[in-house]
């Protein structure tokens, strides 16, 4: 039986805007119907979903931390991306480091909820404030205090102007798209400019490494993308990983997507062959 196409649209998470650009453009290749859904209506929502698969526009919040997930996999309800506790551990950057450091992955050092974790972590005098929960480049800023809010993490600034995102796509031998390299300034921290600098082969290759390893560990669907920062040594540490990254034509998954030689066609069609049964 020919199941019934949904287009998931998370009108109300913190990157409701994200939602809607990823929407905009999964429609024009996906023959489907466009569900809104939001934190009130989302559980009564998906029950009438059952006949379809559902392509995850839902970036942010309940739509990109396993609630939504969760609720699918309870109802019955087919869909895209990585189930629950995948997209749980990847929403939150602690749990995202903790998995990290499981795996031999380097990162950062950082406190979290008065907790010290990493070798040096006592040691850290200045502090990237980052959202626990957040998207990946949302309220962060830099100070020399550790006085956090409840959900932030402050995490030992590494001191480099060079970040590296590695999109890795399917579930079944997936694979790394070319690395996206992006300048830094650390007095603006969130906003990343595209650069022309070069990176030895081996330092990416690295990277590529890390970011398939963490992937396949969580038996992650769809597609991933984890951010790096190259010290001046040349050294590699994991930031965050994206369960949700953005679809748009101009975002990063799928600009790297061609630069591999896939159409957005083949891209958004591959995430949406790529669930589970």
């Known amino acids: ?142 100070s020399v205090n550790g006085n956090l809010h409840h959900n932030e993490i402050g995490e030992q600034l590494i001191q480099g102007d060079i970040e590296v995102s590695i999109v890795v796509y399917g579930s079944n031998n997936p694979i790394c798209f070319p690395p996206l390299l992006r ?16 990176l030895d082969h081996d330092l990416l290759k690295k990277c590529s490494y890390y970011a398939k390893i963490f992937h396949i560990s969580l038996g992650a669907r769809g597609l991933s993308k984890t951010d790096f920062v190259i010290n001046p040594e040349g050294s590699i540490y994991a930031l965050e990983t994206d369960s949700q990254p953005g679809l748009a034509l101009n975002q990063a998954s799928a600009r790297q997507a061609n630069a591999y030689g896939l159409s957005y066609d083949k891209f958004i069609e591959g995430i949406l062959n790529d669930r589970e049964k």
């Open 1 to 142: 039986m020919k199941r019934k196409k949904y287009i998931i649209q998370n009108i109300d998470g913190p990157e409701s805007e994200f939602s809607a650009l990823s929407v905009s453009n999964v429609l024009s290749v996906l023959n489907g119907e466009v569900v809104q859904v939001s934190r009130c209506t989302y559980l009564r929502i998906i029950q009438k979903l059952v006949d379809g698969v559902c392509f995850l526009c839902t970036h942010g919040g309940y739509g990109e931390n396993g609630m939504l997930q969760n609720a699918m996999k309870e109802i019955g309800v087919m869909h895209t991306h990585s189930n629950p506790e995948a997209a749980f551990v990847m929403s939150s950057k602690h749990l995202t480091k903790k998995h990290y450091l499981r795996l031999g992955i380097p990162t950062p050092d950082w406190i979290y909820r008065g907790h010290l974790y990493g070798d040096n972590a006592q040691k850290i005098s200045c502090f990237v404030h980052k959202p626990d929960d957040g998207g990946s480049k949302n309220g962060i800023f830099v």
């Open 183 to 198: 300048e830094r300034n650390i007095n603006n921290i969130g906003v990343l400019r595209e650069t022309n600098t070069k």
